[in-house]
C-alpha cells in the first residue's frame, strides 16, 4: 500500500480540518472596511501562483453581508497532478468558513478548474452555499447574474490558448530575440523577430478579452439581466455594454495569481474593483504618516 503524502494525510483528516487555529494569526482591525457584497474568483489553491498572503491579508481587513467565490476557488486540475497544499491554503479556507459562521452569506460558484464541485450545485456545506450560477440584487436594484465564465469557452476556443500569453513571457521573449537573430545570422538563415511575432500574440490576446467580454456581455443581455459577473480569464474589468438599447455591466473580479483583485459592492449599490497591492501601499503610507505625527 502506498503511503499517503503527509500533508495529504493532514488534509483528509476531516476531524481535524479546517484546523482549529491558522498558521496565519487572523489580524483584528480597528475597523473592517465593510461592503454590501465581496466578489473574488481564480484564487487557485493548491497551486503555487496563488498569491495567498494578499488574500489573507484582504479578508482580514474587509467583511461582507454577501460574498460570492466565483470559481477556481481550488485548482483540482493542479492538485491531482502534484499534491501541494502549504497551512495558507488552509488559512484561506478557515477564514472564508469563519466569515460564514459569523453572519456573511457566502455563495460558491464552482469554475471549471473546480469542476468536481460543480455535482454538488443546489447543496449546502455547513454554511457555504454551493450553486452552478446565481442571480444578485444590488442595492440601487439591477438584478445580476453571476457565473464563472468558462460557459463561454467553446464560443472562444479558437482564441482561447492566445488568453495565455502574458506580458511576462513577452519581455522573456524581447530577450530572447537578440540571441536568435546572432544565432540565425551565423547559421546563414533570414532574420525573423520574435518579439514581432510575441507583440502579435499580445495584440491577440487583448483582442481575445475585449471579444470575450463582449460575448459574456451579449448572454447576459439576452437573458434581460442589467449585468454579469465573471472571471476566468484573470482580466479585472468594470465595462458598460449596450443590448438592443439597454445598458449591461460587465463586472470581472480579476484574480488572486497575478492582479489580486476583489469586486466590491458598496451599501448603496456601487461597484468598485480593489487592486489589493495598491490597497495595502495605501494603508502602509497612511500607517508611517501617523507613526511620523505621533514621533513629532
Ligand atoms: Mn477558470
Sequence with gaps: MTELPKDLAEFTN???????????????????????????????????????ELLIDFLDHTDSETMYLVGDIIDGWRLKKKFYWPPEHNDIVWRILKRAKRGTRIVYIPGNHDEMV??????NFGDVEIRRAAFHDTADGRRLMVLHGDEFDTIMLAHRWLAFV????????????????????????????????????????????????????????????????????????????????RKVAY??????????????????GTMELLHWPEEVAKRETVLAATEALEAA
Design 118 to 123: 460543480r455535482p454538488f450545485s443546489g447543496m
Design 14 to 52: 476531516v476531524a481535524g480540518f479546517p484546523p482549529v487555529e491558522p498558521s496565519v494569526p487572523e489580524r483584528i482591525v480597528d475597523e473592517r472596511r465593510k461592503y454590501r457584497t465581496i466578489w473574488i474568483s481564480d484564487v487557485h489553491l493548491g497551486t503555487k501562483g496563488c498569491n495567498a
Design 166 to 245: 502574458g506580458d511576462a513571457l513577452y519581455h522573456m521573449m524581447m530577450k530572447l530575440n537578440g540571441w536568435v537573430a546572432k544565432a540565425r545570422s551565423m547559421l546563414g538563415l533570414p532574420y525573423w523577430s520574435i518579439s514581432k511575432a510575441a507583440k502579435h500574440k499580445v495584440k491577440n490576446a487583448v483582442e481575445f478579452i475585449s471579444k470575450y467580454e463582449e460575448v459574456v456581455a451579449r448572454a447576459a443581455g439576452e437573458r434581460g439581466v442589467d449585468g454579469v459577473v465573471c472571471g476566468h480569464i484573470h482580466t479585472a474589468e468594470i465595462r458598460d455594454y449596450e443590448y438592443e438599447g
Design 251 to 268: 463586472y470581472n473580479d480579476g484574480d488572486w495569481v497575478e492582479g489580486c483583485n476583489a469586486l466590491v459592492e458598496h451599501f448603496d
